[in-house]
């Protein structure tokens, strides 16, 4: 049973004192500088507009049929809502579509009445009784939590739990984030105008609906069902799950107004080479602190022991860790960025010193502690020099380079340094599926699309799929589906239509490898995102007489029957009114 114990007490320890620099303070006459976040200069700009929306208040995050492991520090149970309640959300009230303006403007007439001139519905007045109707807007959700915690002894039931919660909260944030570019193409059409920003309304729809996660508590530490080396493409994902809670700055912190003692502490700090003068080996970092640079990313003014420079100062005094998440372009993304988890790092120094600018800096070293699973960022590095030079990296193992014979666009390589198991090469590898000519027969009377230049979703092969493609302009699946009607050889659209995702081949390279654990198994050497086409499950289609026949010979049968259903979690939004979701992301760009 695990424990969430209240965080030291800062009025109980002893009187913090002045850094100590290794470095001469810089005299009184130095320019005041700017003090300003520490953002991420390959990061679009987040205009305030954008963040600032209506929002909901929310429930805890936590049911009460799950282990109370959330503890006070008078050793009460934090009370838990349902799980359900706190990744999904309610529908909206159809009067939230009404627009202030047109409120007032029907108020003139005596037709309606509204109290709240900040709201946007609007309610007829009784005339017979003369009773008033008011809306009231929707209230704000409450500011993050000043009560640092720390969450520890969470065993498996309790991993397992807040890791699904995790799982299921990035899978509506992806879907939202799909669907709003979708709308947006359908919208404005396909590159028209300027760029759709998918994860931006995807994080304000969560965080209306009360779906962010671990607000209610600031974490120290390890954060519930986040591993080391989880991946993320959005700064913003980072702040629906809670493991760093700024849009843009890098370093995350305890604000003084906030702290028991009136003092900034910092909980986690992205690494993403933004300053010249930080310095990054892995398990040590030199990092420095935020403030006085100019809209270029340049240094321009001295740097000051304020905000959250003198929160990573305090975090060291009182020997807080921080969380680290590096963030790098990756060329497979697509946000360009990658953002990846790398474990709890402690402060160990902090000075003030001349950057390679010429302007004064504070640093901070940390060190990464013992006993943490390997780093993802180096997991990712790895990966992208066995794309390179696999045989310079791994000399010994390699069964094949290609066991596809070059018949997909990308290698697929066989790897086994555990024993002497050949299976996988006494196979031949199958591109496309094989069925038996007198089961699957494909007749020249085949009815397809006419669509010369390009499908759209009202053509015929849309209709199978419900009135609209499972793709969006990217390929990207928009919801999971039992069975999808992608356009064939009947179709006269060309090859590079939008329906036509899964004949474009295999496009990761993937490697069969051994496992001690599971056998034979397939990893990717590429990032796969969420709801992409990853490769066709081919193979020999048997009747049910001839799979009786294998069977009694021993053969290893696969039956589709048997694969998991966790289709049907993919773009599933009804718990969070998916009309709601498809018109409201319409409407409010």
Known sequence: MGSLVPFQDLNLLPSPVAATPTTPAPTPTLLTPKIEPKTEPLDEPI?????????????????????NFFINSDNTPVSRSSEQDNVYSEFYRISELFRTAFAKRLRKYGDVEVLDPDSRAIIPVNQETQLSAAVVSRPKVPKRSSELVRVTDLNAEDERYFRDVVRRTRMVYDSLRIFAMYAEERRKGVGQGKRARGDLTASSVMKERGLWLNRDKRIVGSIPGVQIGDLFFFRMELCVVGLHGQPQAGIDYLPA??????????????????????????????????????????????????????AMERSMHYGIEVRVIRGFRYQGSVSSKVYVYDGLYKILDCWFDVGKSGFGVYKYKLLRIDGQPEMGSAVLRFAESLRNKPLAVRPKGYLSLDISGKKEN??????NDIDGDYDPLYYEYLVKTVFPPFVFNQGSNGAGCECVSG??????????????????NNGYLLRGKP????????????????????QRGLRNRLEVFRSRETGWGVRSLDLIHAGAFIC??????????????FSMNGDTLVYPNRFSARWAEWGDLSQGSLLFATEYLVETF
């Open 455 to 472: 499908c759209t979703d009202n053509c015929f092969c849309a209709m199978k799929n419900g009135g609209e493609f499972a793709y969006d």
């Open 47 to 67: 205009q305030t507009h954008q963040l600032e929306r209506p929002q909901n208040t929310s429930e805890p995050l936590l049911s009460d049929s799950t282990p």
């Open 536 to 549: 066709e499950y081919t193979g020999v289609i048997l009747t049910m007489e001839q799979a009786q026949i």
């Open 410 to 415: 990308a290698p697929v390589l066989l790897f």
């Open 483 to 502: 069975v999808i009607f992608e356009c064939g050889a009947f179709c006269q659209c060309p090859p590079n239509c939008r329906n036509r995702v899964s």
């Open 257 to 310: 107004s906030q702290s028991s003692n009136g003092e900034p502490i910092a909980t986690s700090i992205i690494v993403s080479g933004g300053y010249e003068d930080d310095e990054d080996a892995g398990d040590i970092i030199i990092y420095t602190g935020h403030g006085g640079q100019d809209k270029l990313n340049r240094q321009c003014e001295h740097q000051k022991l304020e905000g959250g420079n003198l």
